[in-house]
Antibody, heavy 122, light 107 residues
Framework: QVQLVQSGAEVKKPGASVRVSCKAF????????MNWVRQAPGQRPEWMGWINAANGNTKYSEKFQGRVTISRDTSASTAYMELSSLRSEDTAVYYC???????????????WGQGALVTVSS | EIVLTQSPDTLSLSAGERATLSCRASQSGGSGFLAWYQQKLGQAPRLLIYGTSNRATGIPDRFSGSGSGTDFTLTISRLEPEDFAVYYCQQYGDSPTFGPGTKLDIK
């Protein structure tokens, strides 16, 4: 069965960087776009960007452009999200999520990782 | 950029009642389809409905989605205790976007 397993919680100081991993099981990793979505406490999910796992092409939200880097290792079926210049407002749960597109049903996230809490505090 | 709004913010109902949740898009277009997710405290969002009206794998048939254009609805025909959670809608314009959520709590 499909599973996305993320790395664990992190505590970082302001100005530092964080890298979260997401290992995929149960499907062909290169057949889907892998996305990163974050959710601050009490807030709605917020899309950060994606990577085309087949060719490595990326698309980022304008909000995070320049601070986020999404990469992947196809041999390990793993995607990574690195966020730099962390500030307290970046404290959130970071999820990876598989995006499905079908011309008849549009875009949606069918599987999600368990989430990784990133806390930014001095 | 498509902006999604949801109403009500909070819906207080009892088990066995019918729940109607709304999601409105600021403009039509994009993919034109809507997805709904359920999120319980401390858990990742769970896909309920995709393509506006298709139930995801394993989702009970008491959940249904409808709508078109800018107005969409999630209906839970008869609430079970496990249905009390936060519900988000999601659409794709030039990127994925989520609504602010409706909290469904026990009356």
């Amino acid at each position: 069965q499909v599973q996305l397993v993320q790395s664990g919680a992190e505590v970082k100081k302001p100005g530092a960087s964080v890298r979260v991993s997401c290992k995929a099981f149960g499907y062909t990793f290169t057949s889907f776009l892998m996305n990163w979505v974050r959710q601050a406490p009490g807030q709605r999910p917020e899309w950060m960007g994606w990577i085309n796992a087949a060719n490595g092409n990326t698309k980022y939200s304008e909000k995070f452009q320049g601070r986020v880097t999404i990469s992947r290792d196809t041999s390990a079926s793993t995607a990574y999200m690195e966020l730099s210049s962390l500030r307290s407002e970046d404290t959130a749960v970071y999820y990876c999520a598989r995006l499905v597109y079908n011309i008849l049903t549009g875009y949606y996230f069918d599987y999600w990782g368990q989430g990784a809490l990133v806390t930014v505090s001095s | 950029e498509i902006v999604l709004t949801q109403s009500p913010d909070t819906l207080s109902l009892s088990a066995g009642e019918r729940a109607t949740l709304s999601c409105r898009a600021s403009q039509s277009g994009g993919s034109g389809f809507l997805a709904w997710y359920q999120q319980k405290l401390g858990q990742a969002p769970r896909l309920l409905i995709y393509g506006t009206s298709n139930r995801a794998t394993g989702i009970p048939d008491r959940f249904s989605g409808s709508g078109s254009g800018t107005d969409f609805t999630l209906t839970i025909s008869r609430l079970e205790p496990e249905d009390f959670a936060v519900y988000y809608c999601q659409q794709y314009g030039d990127s994925p976007t989520f609504g602010p959520g409706t909290k469904l709590d026990i009356k």
